[in-house]
């Protein structure tokens, strides 16, 4: 007897995209969500303390923690005051628990046209020669781990918003950021006011979301830390204001109903908290001081001291000092030309700040940015999340492009944009639930991202996206430190090394003696040829017209806009690191 036929098996159901999506939500536990970030937080942090022990000091990293030894040995912080002394501090204290020795003669500090605090750092690494670079590499250590409490909070705030998979998308892409990655590497202040701004703006959105007075002082707290790290905080008043707008239904159901006398009291504790904290990291030294009795150089200081002579703050006169020198460079522009795609203006770009963040961002990034920013169904419950955090970029980029547009240094004056970005990225997540091409969309993009970002190492500071043919070709858009910053000095040694290079002919951009690191070299002049290997970074190349002070223990010497333009006819032996180019021009036998 013939058996029936036997019915094929019924295929397993195909899981669409949303309901993949949920599974893996399903499985992201918030502790197991807790885990891939601080996983993908270690490895960022792996890959940053491995390029800072490569990195050289940089220009502006070169000055900070000797200045930051010099404040906690003599309390006076009005040297050099264009930047706030926190991070500075935090530098000199790391620097001096190491042993590092401070020559504090008034010789090193006078008389040097404006270079006193370059000539004081160069004095400074000649008494610390032997331990130089691992006093920089100590004290870096210190702003790694800075970097690494933002990813945290980014994870944290995303995963309280979208969700544990928002959360984890988030920290990938502030783990796939290569301008997060340069400057967490380096002791200079971008990374820690982004922290802190950060810090202000999540504070605030917990503040509306449950009001208190301990909330309100640590708002104000984090606006103190702002403004100890960099001026660029002036722009926190404004988006703070926004943010607030932003969330006016919170406050209206939350705040209003506090009464008049307590939301006053709120809001005179966060000033009264941001004042004290920042007192406090100038010691409480020259505060309530006259108007008319310290010496303003910019014109709108001069004539508020001319109007009100008479007036005192409760902020000290070092604190004044360095606004006033930005209120002058942002009127005139400050140390050289700005440069953009080979071109040179005495005016600066306006579009040179939107054009540094749309080149310097992983195209996958941004393009994440944008999912994350498209409008899902039934998703109008989260817009004033989506307003709080799009709100930073608005007002860097703008503010930037109509205010201060003359001063064309780098990308790191958006650094504060970025955190509150990644953390918006993590709308993805939720959009990819009712949405079957946002989940892998978002993905690849950030798969995309990471790849273009790590295969980068360690040289972060270069970083250009494919737009512009990658960090290959940085040095054709920009200079300064959006590619060469005097990053390479130390790999240029080591290369010497391993090519049996005895002495090059070296102009490079940056502070730093060539002989800390072995580099046996003949400093290049304007109108020499030499025959023999010589080595350029590649912002002197471009014609920046930057001194040299690594010579003759700090001697100013001076580089002009075209002492190297023969060069850029020929084509380079080696790269170092995207940043110093040479040539080998020794005659062949």
Request: aromatic content about 12%; overall charge positive; glycine content about 8%.
């Amino acid at each position: 007897r013939a058996e029936p036929p036997r019915r094929p098996a019924p295929r397993p159901k195909e899981l669409s995209t949303g309901e993949l999506m949920q599974r893996v939500q399903a499985w992201l536990t918030p502790a197991r969500a807790d885990r891939v970030a601080l996983g993908l937080l270690a490895f960022w942090a792996a890959l940053a303390v491995h390029s800072a022990r490569g990195d050289s000091p940089t220009v502006d990293e070169f000055v900070y923690p000797p200045e930051g030894a010099y404040y906690l040995r003599t309390g006076d912080f009005l040297f050099n005051p264009q930047n706030p002394p926190l991070i500075k501090l935090l530098g000199g204290a790391v620097m001096l628990l190491h042993g590092a020795r401070l020559d504090l003669s008034a010789q090193w500090r006078t008389n040097f046209n404006g270079w006193e605090p370059w000539v004081f750092s160069t004095r400074f690494m000649l008494d610390n020669r032997r331990e130089y670079h691992d006093l920089f590499v100590e004290a870096r250590l210190l702003n790694i781990a800075l970097g690494a409490l933002l990813g945290w909070l980014i994870y944290r705030w995303a995963r309280a918003l979208w969700g544990s998979l928002g959360g984890v998308v988030s920290a990938a892409a502030f783990a796939a950021c290569p301008t997060l990655l340069a400057h967490a590497r380096l002791l200079t202040p971008d990374l820690a006011v982004s922290l802190f701004m950060f810090l202000a703006s999540y504070a605030l959105w917990r503040w509306t979301e449950a009001p208190s007075r301990r909330r309100a002082l640590w708002v104000g707290a984090c606006v103190g830390l702002s403004f100890a790290s960099k001026f660029s905080a002036v722009l926190l008043g404004p988006i703070l204001l926004a943010q607030l707008w932003a969330t006016r239904d919170a406050i209206r159901a939350r705040v209003i109903p506090l009464g008049r006398r307590e939301i006053g009291a709120h809001a005179g504790l966060a000033l009264l908290a941001s004042v004290v904290i920042l007192d406090a990291c100038f010691g409480f030294r020259g505060m309530f001081q006259r108007f008319g009795d310290v010496t303003f150089v910019s014109d709108t200081f001069r004539g508020v001291a001319r109007a009100l002579p008479w007036l005192r703050l409760p902020l000290p006169t070092a604190l004044l000092a360095g606004i006033d020198v930005k209120t002058l460079d942002a009127a005139r522009g400050e140390f050289s030309a700005g440069f953009l795609f080979g071109a040179w203006s005495t005016t600066g770009w306006r579009s040179f700040y939107v054009v540094s963040f749309l080149t310097k961002t992983p195209i996958g990034l941004l393009g994440l940015a944008a999912v994350a920013l498209s409008r899902g169904r039934d998703r109008d419950d989260d817009k004033p999340a989506v307003l709080t955090l799009a709100i930073p970029a608005v007002a860097f980029i703008t503010l930037s492009t109509v205010f201060f547009y003359k001063v064309n240094y780098g990308v790191r004056y958006l650094l504060p944009l970025f955190p509150a970005l990644y953390v918006l990225c993590g709308r993805a997540a939720v959009l990819a639930l009712r949405s079957t091409w946002v989940g892998p969309t978002s993905a690849a993009m950030l798969a995309w991202a990471a790849l273009s970002t790590w295969s980068t190492h360690p040289s972060y500071l270069a970083y250009v996206n494919e737009s512009l043919g990658g960090p290959e070709l940085a040095y054709q858009s920009f200079v300064d430190s959006n590619v060469d910053w005097g990053q390479d000095l130390r790999r240029l040694a080591e290369w010497t090394r391993a090519n049996r290079v005895d002495r090059v002919h070296l102009s490079y951009f940056g502070h730093v003696d060539p002989g800390i690191y072995g580099l046996s070299y003949v400093p290049l002049r304007v109108g020499q040829r030499p025959e023999g290997v010589v080595a350029v970074s590649v912002s002197q190349l471009q014609g920046i017209a930057y001194p040299s002070t690594y010579e003759n223990a700090g001697n100013v010497v001076a580089v002009g806009r075209n002492d190297f333009a023969w060069l850029r006819r020929l084509r380079p032996t080696a790269v170092i690191g995207h940043s110093i180019f040479v040539w080998d021009l020794r005659p062949r036998r």
